[in-house]
């Protein structure tokens, strides 16, 4: 797997990490460890299997505010020179994913949600959204997916993980990934 960096603008640890080449671009963010919530194995195989280019972002162990992380994103990708991207968030790092769409439509290609929160944000407009939930999820149930979908049915697709659970990015890896890339792959 790939090496854990961390980037410090203005005094802030920002821990990134950076895999492929490759001429589709996805920023994936979460929270906390970049190895232990299942987005390095999505990335690793969407590197490996599909060329695409992955950069994750975990968030600094001092700050769960949504701006503040919207933040380092915009300096992470600055620092690596990515100026448009699908961004993608799972955990706290969905809202933060949809902060950063909604406030720089601009540098987005589109939006990924693995799992909806109830109290999910409002899409950007005009920006595709996919949503990839488990099936099975008691804490992000499907229905939270199909509503922030029906809002935008036009540009957002719902994709389930049949028999997968909440944490489906740790236990369908792979799964996750291969509609990541069956989706993404158009773009």
């Known amino acids: 797997m790939t090496d854990t960096q961390i980037f410090e603008p203005e005094g802030r640890s920002v821990p990134f990490a950076v895999e492929g080449e490759g001429p589709v671009s996805l920023v994936l963010l979460s929270d906390g460890d970049l190895g232990g919530d299942g987005l390095s194995v999505i990335s690793h195989y969407l590197v490996e299997e599909a060329g695409f280019h992955v950069v994750r972002i975990g968030s600094r162990g001092d700050s769960t505010d949504v701006d503040a992380r919207v933040d380092d994103v915009v300096a992470v990708l ?6 448009h991207t699908w961004i993608g968030g799972y955990r706290g790092g969905r809202n933060v994913a949809g902060a950063f769409v909604a406030a720089h439509t601009d540098r987005s290609n589109g939006l990924l949600l693995l799992g909806v929160e109830e109290d999910q944000v409002a899409l950007a407009p005009l920006v595709p959204v996919l949503i990839i939930q488990g099936s099975d999820d008691e804490v992000t149930p499907p229905s939270h997916g199909e ?14 993980l049949d028999g ?11 799964q996750t990934a291969f509609i990541i890339e069956e989706y993404l792959d158009w773009d």
């Open 78 to 83: 600055d620092h690596l020179g990515l100026a």
């Open 147 to 160: 509503r922030l979908q029906a809002t935008a049915p036009e540009r957002a697709s719902v994709k389930n």
């Open 164 to 174: 997968a659970g909440h944490d489906f990015p740790l236990t369908h890896p792979i």
